[in-house]
């Protein structure tokens, strides 16, 4: 947990953006997997986090705008439940920690909205995505289940993403730590995968790795030789000589913060030839993302600079032809990198996607594409200090997608199937970076993990 005046702070700053009525956040509770007593990896809700600290199911907390006052809704633990899961602070004491001061049943929750509601006052309330809370909500706010989101309060999800997405110092040093995990996750995966391997051995290993050091895996782990699947989340082939894999993955810092890094690397330690001529283009665009990063310009451009360089680079080695300006203009590089350079990055590993991307990624200067590809960028917006982003180019050959645009004769103009069809075996290479905002530009996040060739053939030919 933060300090005391890290939560006060943050609830002050919100409190400015509301004019009236009555915030209620809900806190995520335990989800059973197989019964009710067996449960998922339980996860507070982010902006629960961000606001009140508490980690603990069956929690809800009101920011009372027009009176001025802060409640945290929840019980104290039974005897039976010390007796199963050991001794608690009380609720005040914990509440007390993250400055709130009150404290109440958690079936007063109903009680209290009733009588807002009885007088006409505002309830805002953000978007929900567990099924669970939007029961919840049915039964407090009496609206259907399956509308809830139709009613949750623009204001508050502005004010929420525009606080949430700057990130502050001790946000910042808590990326980081997460991407301290990210590096030996990194590195032990390079140095730990062997021909003969099933994937799931190593992905294992890796997730060991982010329990051990933090608190797990920030979202499931792609490892793949088939990194030309995107999301790719099946760990049962078994790696070969001369394959390249994919690594994805990320940690969860003590503060619930994420990292998100990419890095593909020979298993047996040396590129071919082909693999790294299509390396260094995806290292390339990279790099420019990072480079183009910068306060004023939208991400949206720093998408474009990114898909540029991937196009001009795949047009030097024959996979594409003519105007690389008017190909990117139309989409046609999309057929390489089907998706958007990147996200921004905090709490969640895609921060704030809970509150849907068009209310905070695009606004009325920046709308979002409808290309395919392009249409996959979930922020867009001008870029100001303190956003942490992603920035992830790939270049993916991708079987089923080739053979229909090849049918489709689709942008043949820009695109030399015969040569890309060659190339239907080659897999996929991404390579992702956090980075952050800063007054003139940016800052790669984190300890430097290897990340051009030689480095990655270094670390990856270190076997253990
Ligand atoms: N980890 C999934 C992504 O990079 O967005
Ligand atoms: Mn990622
Ligand atoms: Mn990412």
């Not at 509770?29 to 990896?41: E, I, L």
């Not at 089923?400 to 049918?407: F, T, Y």
């Amino acid at each position: 947990m933060f300090s005391t005046k890290t939560y006060t702070t943050r609830r002050a700053q919100l409190k400015k953006k509301i004019d009236n009525g009555v915030i209620l956040l809900l806190g995520n509770n335990d989800a059973p997997m197989n019964y009710t007593d067996n449960t998922y990896h339980y996860r507070q809700d982010s902006t629960f986090l961000y606001y009140f600290g508490l980690e603990q199911p069956e929690l809800a907390a009101v920011i009372d705008i027009d009176e001025n006052k802060e409640i945290i809704f929840g019980n104290d633990f039974t005897l039976d439940e010390i007796v199963w899961m050991g001794p608690q602070q009380t609720m005040k004491q914990k509440a007390e920690k993250v400055g709130v001061k009150v404290t109440k049943p958690a079936d007063e929750l109903e009680t209290f909205l009733k009588d807002a509601i009885g007088k006409k006052r505002k309830i805002h309330f953000i978007p929900q995505y567990r099924h669970d809370n939007m029961l919840k909500f049915q039964k407090l706010l009496g609206i259907d289940a399956n509308k809830i989101n139709d009613y949750s309060s623009i204001s508050l999800i502005k004010a929420i993403t525009e606080q949430r997405s700057v990130k502050s110092k001790e946000e910042i040093a808590e990326i980081e730590n997460a991407i301290s995990i990210s590096y030996e996750m990194q590195t032990g995966a390079m140095s730990y995968a062997k021909p003969g391997m099933m994937e799931r051995e190593i992905a294992g290993f890796i997730a060991g790795l982010a329990s051990s050091m933090g608190n797990g895996i920030a979202f499931p782990i792609i490892f793949s030789r088939n990194g030309q699947t995107l999301h790719n989340h099946f760990h049962g082939n078994i790696l070969k000589e001369g394959d390249i894999v994919v690594n994805d993955s990320g940690a969860e810092s003590d503060e619930h913060y994420a990292s998100d890094i990419t890095r593909t690397f020979p298993v047996s330690g040396k590129f071919t030839a082909q693999q790294r001529e299509i390396y260094q283009i995806v290292l390339d665009a990279n790099l420019a993302g990072i480079k183009g990063v910068k306060p004023g310009i939208s991400f949206r451009e720093v998408h474009f600079k990114s898909a540029l360089v991937i196009a001009e680079g795949l047009k030097a080695l024959g996979f594409m032809k003519g105007s690389m300006k008017e190909a990117v203009k139309a989409g046609a590089h999309a057929l390489f990198f089907p998706h958007g350079l990147g996200h921004l990055l905090g709490l969640d590993v895609h921060d704030l996607e809970n509150f849907g991307e068009n209310n905070f990624g695009y606004d009325e200067n920046v709308k979002r594409s409808t290309q395919f590809g392009s249409k996959s960028l979930r922020f867009a917006r001008i870029l100001k200090p303190g956003i942490v982003l992603t920035i992830e180019p790939g270049i993916y050959f991708i079987p089923e997608l080739i053979d229909k645009w090849k049918a489709e004769k689709k942008f043949t103009e820009y695109i030399n199937y015969p040569k890309v069809e060659s190339y239907k075996k080659f897999g996929g290479i991404r390579i992702e970076d956090d980075v952050v905002v800063t007054n003139t530009g940016s800052r790669v996040l984190g300890i430097p993990i290897p990340k051009t060739i030689d480095e990655v053939e270094a670390a990856a030919s270190e076997k253990i």
